[in-house]
């Protein structure tokens, strides 16, 4: 590559993408609780992909079924129709449960064994049956051993005082769980002029983040949709280990004039946040980032201006001589570029930009501003801020 090309960079960025998600470990989160509680609404809007929605589901035994998609490393174990009605059903439930949970943990496949489980119970029901307390401490006594983390989520609670008040029996029950959790997943209509905003998602989220085995974070934060800042505090520190391996090997070389490569060390650090982010941007997307940030800044031709465009904005880059730029530079454009990168991410996730809007006028503008003012910031040699 001798010229400054967005499409080329984008492609390289996509390998690195597929790389990372071909390596990404399968998380299995199991689902329990009555029918109607708002499980598949639950999972539906706290992971990327809707999941519930790609039909009833791969039946894995008579009351277990399996959720998943191709390229996304999340397993569902749904129990739709758990009814607790008299001893021999939930023997029968608590049997197949329990098989399946101990099937993965035999497999010695870490991609197999269950993860976490959500058992819901809906703030709507107003108190806890004791039926259901009966099944959750069989469920519970017969998986001391497993280890696996259980969160109560207490679904629908559109009003947080009753989902409260349940939280507390709950609890008085001692039973022993990780958490429990009052969520309302999705916005409830409760007449026309009056709707009860969604909540609790993003607490949930950084609770199974807490939780979850270390094995699993990467993954996790990923597939998950509710926890923005849990996926910008991830792609941050992937930003500061790159600029700061940028500054310490010191030189990165640009083959100033005429060119502006990225080193495969900045091509990851884009790849490795597009995963955290858990979006599947089109090349063209990628390559309008591309083009919008290091392309825009300083120049209307890619190619020698770019180049010194952007040099021309960081604090103390000078001028450079011999085609090469002092690791302080190097790591400073590294971070902006991160920054800027990440940018986009969070207003993509937040919905707050399409993936199209990125070759309107309005996304250009969006892009070069944010990489202007990330390079504009003052560093120090390992591309951290300093003011
Ligand atoms: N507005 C709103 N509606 C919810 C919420 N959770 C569940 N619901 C509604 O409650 C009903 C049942 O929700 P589901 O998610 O299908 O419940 P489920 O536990 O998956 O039910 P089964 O699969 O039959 O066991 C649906 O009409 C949902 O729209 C929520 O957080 N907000
Ligand atoms: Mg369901």
């Known amino acids: 590559m001798d010229y400054f090309d967005p499409s080329d960079i984008a492609e390289k960025i996509l390998d690195a993408l597929r790389k990372e998600r071909k390596e990404m470990k399968n998380m299995n989160v199991m689902l329990l609780g009555k029918t109607g509680v708002g499980k598949s609404t639950l999972i539906n809007n706290l992971f990327n992909e809707r999941l ?4 009833i589901g791969k039946p894995v035994t008579q009351k277990i079924q399996q959720h998943s998609k191709e390229n996304f490393p999340l397993t569902i174990f749904d129990t739709p ?7 021999n059903a939930i023997e029968s439930l608590l049997k197949e449960i329990n098989e399946q949970i101990r099937k993965g943990i035999r497999s010695g496949d870490m991609e197999k064994v269950i993860h976490c489980i959500l058992y819901c119970v809906s703030a709507g029901s107003h108190r806890f049956e004791e039926e259901e307390k009966k099944f959750i401490r069989l469920f519970l006594d017969e998986n001391k051993d497993t280890n696996i983390p259980v969160i109560i989520v207490i679904t629908q609670a559109v009003s947080k005082k009753d989902a409260k008040e349940l939280q507390s029996c709950i609890e008085a029950e001692n039973l022993g769980v990780s958490q429990i959790v009052p969520v309302l997943a999705e916005d409830y209509e409760l007449d026309e002029d009056m709707v009860v905003r969604a909540y609790g998602l993003d607490r949930l989220s950084e ?6 085995p270390d094995a699993m974070k990467k993954t996790f934060v990923s597939v998950q949709k509710a926890n923005i800042k849990l996926k910008t505090q991830k792609s941050h520190a992937i930003v500061a280990a790159t600029a700061a391996g940028a500054g310490a090997t010191g030189a990165i070389p640009i083959p100033f004039a005429d060119s502006l490569a990225l080193i495969p060390e900045q091509i990851a650090m884009l790849a490795s946040i597009t995963t955290v982010f858990g979006l599947s941007l089109e090349k063209s997307a990628i390559a309008a980032i591309v083009s919008g940030t290091l392309g825009t800044a300083g120049a209307t031709v890619a190619g020698k201006t770019a180049v010194s465009g952007i040099l021309k904005l960081i604090p103390g880059a000078g001028s450079v001589a011999g085609g090469v730029v002092s690791g302080g530079v190097a790591a400073a454009l590294t971070a902006a570029l991160g920054e800027a990168y990440i940018a986009v991410m ?8 399409k993936e199209g809007d990125l070759k ?6 969006f892009l070069s501003e944010t990489f202007k003012n990330a390079l504009k910031l003052k560093r120090n040699e390992k591309g951290e801020r300093i003011e």
């Open 52 to 55: 519930a929605e790609t039909g």
């Open 346 to 353: 969070v207003a993509i996730a937040k919905g707050e930009m």
């Open 360 to 365: 309107t006028e309005k996304g250009r503008k």
């Open 81 to 87: 129709g758990l009814e607790l009605g008299g001893d």
């Open 207 to 212: 609770i199974i983040y807490e939780i979850v």
